[in-house]
């Protein structure tokens, strides 16, 4: 491609709004141009790498078994309303109506679509299990678009989905997409893991999100330093501890504890250990009042609490409902003489508190000298608190250490969630109808392409690993206006794409710095340059990634550039 009639509108101002490097790179390598808040065009540069990530993607779901569908966007709201999914999602959901004012909705995803069509049209065990997949355009309104294409309101995503006749066909559904996608991550040059997630909204069991490591992300990962145990934090398991209880316990004690109501104010005006306040809070479960204690240098995980108590809504109670249910205001919360009708629940880890202070659920004063089973009970200990960075590893190995990561897959075991929702049965060998047992499997192929600029760049612009890169070759031809240089750079632009190479060819009447620093920015591996020494038939060969410049002979420049691809990454 000729740089001169190809459009790569490159900019050498980092656009005001791209906080990140994805952001600004992407723009200004002329890859994206924002159409709308969350709404991105591609141009030709960017559109190519997303072309790459997505022949990488169907060539590893091809050999898991995949076949490729479509599906539509526009999907008719009676579907949504069949799964009893129309009324769950707020305004995130974009609904539309057609001319005749029916109710369809654009597709976040597409569990009913997919389970619609296999419903229709597999009806024996014989035809499973089956893997079908898409790579289509998603739309989720959401309310705070940001970083580019890494959280766009319409994005591009592999969505599949598995179908089963077994439990253990599920399991190896599942195993198969995870190798796929763990093959998928490494050909895009990404630095990635596979952590254990949660199931969210979408129901099911077994989870794994995939994250690639950077400080941009918005997810926190939970590793060990020392095993390849790594969990999304909203989930990791914590290990329980030891409890030894190395103290006498002292007689109970009520103090006077005048405005220290934060476990920040007790710790420091009492010059205590925040390991030995036990922290109530007080939640709302289905509107009955539960009271959790954790230590106070811990936090209550609210999605693990849910799990606590499944299906029911739990939210933490307001300062009117904590002085209606427990009489006192928050801060003096505590175990001690709660009301009976306050169900006390406590981390796993209070049983480890000895001699603890807590609120004497009275205004101004605590209790000091607390230990759990001689002063208070509680209903269950459980592993309600977010894991911290120096916990030990849940699987014993280690110690946690936290990371950034951005999500850009996510497999699911689905069950029968939707198959029931939808009826899509098969006949089992006794002629029996079952539910189909569902696996879906998530990559954001746009949001990948972003993960991968965030990775993969220096300060000089975008470097882009072999196997997504837009062309293989930048030719330059440093001073266009020069005979030589312009011939030899015709000829071997002719020449290089005959090699069968993917030549981007800047032979632009523009000043040898400019081309030198868009060459940079853009980032392709490897750049050969047409100079000085073109009468002599000699070109500057440069390896964008690790800088190095060589002079090769034009005679040797097909051997040299082969040899070079095979060592790159
Ligand atoms: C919605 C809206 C947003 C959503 C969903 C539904 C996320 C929704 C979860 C999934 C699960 C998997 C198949 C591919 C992999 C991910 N955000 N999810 O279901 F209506 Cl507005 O999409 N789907």
Not at 477 to 506: G, H, W
């Amino acid at each position: 491609m000729r740089q001169s009639n190809f459009l790569i509108p490159t900019l050498r101002d980092v656009p005001a709004d791209a906080e990140i490097a994805s952001h600004q790179l992407m723009v200004r390598a002329g890859m994206i141009r924002q159409t709308a808040s969350g709404i991105y065009s591609y141009l030709p540069f960017g559109k190519r790498v997303l072309k790459k990530v997505e022949e990488i993607i169907r060539d590893e779901m091809d050999a898991a078994g995949g076949q490729e569908v479509l599906m539509p966007a526009i999907q008719p709201a009676e579907l949504w309303e069949e799964s009893g999914r129309l009324g769950a999602y707020g305004p995130e959901l974009i609904r539309l109506k057609d001319r005749h004012q029916r109710d369809f909705v654009l597709g976040p995803t597409h569990e009913e679509v997919i389970t619609s069509l296999v419903r229709d049209d597999i009806k024996s065990y014989k035809k499973l299990p089956v893997n079908l997949y898409q790579i289509q355009t998603k739309y989720r309104d959401e309310r705070r678009p940001r970083f580019g294409v890494l959280r766009s309101r319409e994005f591009i995503m592999k969505d599949a989905y598995s179908f089963d006749t077994t439990i253990e066909g599920l399991d190896a559904s599942y195993e198969q997409m995870y190798q796929a996608y763990t093959n998928i991550f490494k050909r895009c040059g990404l630095d990635f893991r596979a952590v254990v997630a949660d199931s969210g909204a979408i129901g099911g069991t077994d989870t794994h999100e995939f994250m690639v490591l950077s400080e941009i992300g918005e997810d926190t990962i939970a590793y060990s330093d020392s095993s390849d145990f790594a969990a999304n934090i909203e989930i990791a398991a914590v290990k329980a501890g030891s409890y030894a209880r190395d103290e006498d316990e002292a007689p109970l004690e009520k103090i006077d504890t005048p405005n220290m109501k934060t476990i920040d104010e007790l710790s420091r005006s009492l010059e205590l250990d925040s390991a030995k306040i036990i922290k109530a809070v007080l939640f709302m479960v289905d509107e009955e009042p539960v009271l959790v204690l954790v230590r106070g240098d811990h936090e209550v995980n609210d999605l693990k609490l849910e799990k606590v108590f499944p299906g029911a809504t739990v939210e933490v109670a307001t300062p009117e409902q904590a002085l209606e249910h427990m009489g006192v205001e928050i801060g003096y919360l505590g175990p001690i003489g709660a009301p009976t009708s306050v169900k006390v629940i406590a981390d796993q880890d209070v049983q480890g508190v000895v001699n603890g202070l807590c609120g004497a659920n009275e205004t101004d004063k605590h209790f000091k000298n607390v230990n759990v089973g001689r002063d208070f009970e509680v209903e269950q200990f459980v592993d309600v608190r977010f894991i911290k960075e120096g916990d030990p590893s849940p699987d014993g190995q280690g110690t946690i250490k936290f990371a950034k990561g951005i999500e850009v897959g996510h497999v699911f075991k689905l069950g029968t969630k939707y198959s029931e929702a939808l009826g899509a049965t098969f006949l089992d060998e006794n002629g029996k109808a079952q539910p189909m047992i569902m696996g879906c499997y998530g990559i954001g192929v746009s949001r990948t392409v972003a993960a991968i600029v965030e990775q993969s760049h220096d300060e000089n612009g975008l470097v882009w690993p072999k196997e997504v890169t837009p062309f293989d070759i930048h030719l330059v031809a440093i001073n266009s206006k020069n005979a030589d240089q312009k011939e030899l750079a015709d000829q071997l632009y002719e020449q290089l794409r005959q090699d069968r190479f993917d030549v981007l060819y800047d032979d632009r009447p523009e000043r040898a710095g400019v081309k030198f620093k868009d060459s940079d920015l853009l980032g392709l591996p490897i750049r050969v340059g047409v100079g000085k020494r073109a009468a002599e038939g000699i070109v500057e060969v440069k390896l964008r990634k690790s800088g190095e410049m060589f002079e090769v002979e034009v005679s040797n420049l097909k051997a040299f550039l082969e040899e070079q691809f095979l060592t790159l990454v």
